[in-house]
């Protein structure tokens, strides 16, 4: 049976400082996956935690991202990504993006969205 992914929770909106992340694990289309969770105010977003560039994690440590003044950095070559729609301004992958994972904030809580195609590919 599958299961109902727009139920899964995956951290709670006041675990994220306001304009970082956090780390989440969570089954994306069949697989499990590290997903980069972004906070903005009273909203989130999440991304794999992937890089177009050459496909490492964007984190410098499990779980640490550089997130500052609205951008995400890849630790790895340093494409800065626009936190907010994921879209790489600058770096070696200048024009792709992070690829989106439908989250909603829920009472508090950042649940993954009902589950459709990832935007970004
Ligand atoms: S893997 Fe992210 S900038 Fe190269």
Redesign the pocket.
């Known amino acids: 049976m599958t299961p109902d992914l727009s139920a899964v929770p995956l951290c709670l909106l006041a675990d994220i400082p306001d304009g970082g992340a956090v780390e989440a694990e969570a089954l994306v289309q069949g697989e499990v996956e590290s997903l980069l969770v972004y906070r903005h105010g009273d909203e989130a977003r999440a991304y794999l935690n992937v890089?177009p560039?050459?496909?490492?994690r964007?984190d410098y440590a499990p779980g640490r991202f550089l997130v500052r003044n609205g951008t995400i950095i890849?630790a790895?070559?340093?494409?800065t990504f626009a936190a907010d729609s994921g879209d790489c301004t600058q770096?070696?992958?200048r024009g792709d993006r992070l690829r989106a994972v439908p989250v909603a904030v829920v009472g508090g809580v950042v649940r993954l969205a009902a589950e459709k195609p990832l935007s970004g590919t």
């Not at 560039?53 to 490492?56: E, L, P, Y």
């Not at 790895?76 to 494409?79: F, L, Q, V």
């Open positions: 890089c560039h050459a496909g490492r964007l890849c790895a070559h340093g494409a770096g070696p992958c």
